[in-house]
């Protein structure tokens, strides 16, 4: 369960949930590595473990947030993936009108944009 179910730098992973223990979350993270390295699978771990209602780092699997986030429909939890070659800016547009709204269920409204890097210019700006 949570960060356990990654096999990968234990630094970053300390790092990270630190931040939550601490309640000291940076306002993004860019989180990169190559193709197949499961820098996708931290950054959702990670968002899961910011949105559990234990808040002790990790997420607990038991609480409601939890529950939705392996269920794939919590509220406050945005993934966007790119759509042929990019991140469209389309896509870009709907998250600032997103971030703009109160969270649903907690206190934070968590984004994944895996692929950030195929953003468009327009939508990177």
């Known amino acids: ?9 234990e630094l970053i992973v300390k790092s990270l949930q630190d931040s939550i223990r601490g309640n000291n979350l940076f306002h993004a993270y860019l989180l ?4 197949g390295s499961g820098t996708g ?5 990670f968002a899961q473990a910011i949105l559990c209602e234990r808040g002790d780092g990790d997420a607990c699997g038991a609480c409601i947030a939890c529950h939705k986030m392996e269920h794939d429909n919590h509220e406050d939890f945005v ?6 070659n990019s991140v469209k800016d ?3 547009g709907q ?3 997103r971030i703009q709204k109160k969270p649903y269920h907690g206190s934070r ?8 890097h195929t953003l468009t210019p327009r939508a990177q700006a």
């Not at 699978?41 to 771990?45: G, N, P, T």
């Open 95 to 97: 998250l600032q009108e």
């Open 109 to 116: 409204t968590v984004v994944v944009i895996h692929d950030a």
């Open 90 to 92: 389309e896509v870009i």
């Open 1 to 9: 369960m949570g960060f356990a179910s990654f096999i990968g730098n």
């Open 32 to 35: 990169q590595g190559p193709p």
């Open 79 to 84: 993934l966007y993936e790119k759509e042929k």
């Open 41 to 45: 699978r931290l950054a959702e771990l």
